[in-house]
């Protein structure tokens, strides 16, 4: 099992910008590809991005351009950069390590944290 740990989130204001971390436990952190889901009032858990082991970087349609996943494997810790934020991106959002399947489904990532809101106002 791995502890995954969310920070960054707050309010802000239409066009504004937020940096959210997860910081991982464990010595394997490296080998597991990461995700980061939301999910706002009323709605299903979506996928928001996702990272590979290698690096390899995976958006929603709804984000791309605008937020960017990273990860600094000797923190143990992923990144979400976003930008330009809409009130629609309002939401939970959650970090995931993947354990196997695809990238864009929840049921592809075996932990989860316990989620930081983000508030994006009008």
């Known amino acids: 099992q791995v502890q995954l740990v969310e920070s960054g989130g707050g309010l802000v204001q239409t066009g504004g910008s937020l940096r959210l971390s997860c910081a991982a436990s464990?010595?394997?952190?490296?080998?597991?590809?990461m995700g980061w889901f939301r999910q706002a009032p009323g709605k299903e858990r979506e996928f928001v991005a996702a990272?590979?082991?290698?690096?390899?970087?995976y958006y929603a349609d709804s984000v791309k351009g605008r937020f960017t996943i990273s990860r600094d494997n000797a923190e143990n810790t992923v990144y979400l950069q976003m930008n330009s934020l809409k009130p629609e991106d309002t939401a939970v959002y959650y970090c995931?390590?993947?354990?196997?399947?695809?990238?864009?489904?929840?049921?592809?990532?075996?932990?989860w944290g316990q989620g930081t809101q983000v508030t994006v106002s009008s």
């Open positions: 995931a390590a993947h354990y196997s399947g695809s990238y864009y489904r929840a049921p592809s990532y075996g932990d």
């Open positions: 464990g010595r394997t952190f490296s080998s597991y590809a």
């Open positions: 990272i590979s082991s290698g690096g390899s970087t």
